[in-house]
């Protein structure tokens, strides 16, 4: 479930004065965000290489292909 989505269950730390001063965050949230950090780091990664840019470009607009179940039934696993 990307972050965006996630129901609010995270706390916020105050010190005395009533200043944020840290965050509590559950693991679920904590893994969603992790998780879209790393995509967003392996998509910039990618997005540096142009021959790697123009690849991901043509792919996203390609209309032809096979579904994943008729590639694992093809390559037999």
């Known amino acids: 479930m990307p972050v965006q989505e996630q129901p609010a269950k995270i706390q916020y730390v105050s010190d ?39 690849r991901l470009l043509e792919a996203k607009v390609r209309t032809g292909g096979i579904s994943l179940n008729d590639a694992h039934a093809r390559l037999g696993v």
């Open 16 to 54: 005395g004065d009533g200043k944020p001063i840290s965050v509590i965050v559950p693991i679920d949230v904590w893994e969603a965000i992790q998780q879209e950090l790393r995509s967003e780091r392996e998509t910039a990664y990618l997005l540096g290489s142009e021959t790697m840019k123009k």
